[in-house]
């Protein structure tokens, strides 16, 4: 089952991020969300833009999230919204308000003696 769960996954996610580039909802600057592109390339542009800067005496500012858990964070109803507003509509977006709908997390630990 984990075989075909991880293709699903694939797919709607090649899905979805076609759709986000197509109708140009993603920004460039979103570096993850886009195929051949990596956080190299949002690090090349980071130097870049500071070098940019410190050879024309200008300000440089920072400012840096860790977005690696923000998923957990995330309201479903809120999501779904978004998802309505970028376009995402009939069996794919059923799809991911069933998905969604009342999703838990829950972690077994099995004691060895």
Do not use: P
């Not at 089952?1 to 797919?11: A, D, I, N, Q």
């Not at 899905?15 to 600057?29: D, F, G, Q």
């Not at 109803?77 to 799809?95: A, H």
């Amino acid at each position: 089952m984990t075989g075909f769960s991880k293709l699903f996954e694939f797919l709607i996610s090649h899905r979805l991020k076609h759709h986000l580039v197509s109708t140009n909802i993603l920004a460039n600057e979103q570096y993850g969300f886009h195929d051949n592109v990596s956080t190299e390339n949002a690090t090349f542009k980071l130097n870049e833009s500071i070098f940019s800067a410190w050879n024309n005496n200008e300000y440089i500012t920072g400012l840096f999230y860790d977005l690696t858990k923000t998923f957990g964070c995330v309201s479903h109803e809120i999501l779904i919204l978004k998802f309505e507003s970028y376009g995402v509509k009939c069996s794919i977006l059923n799809w991911f308000k069933s998905y969604l709908h009342n999703r838990r997390q829950r972690v077994i630990l099995q004691f060895v003696n």
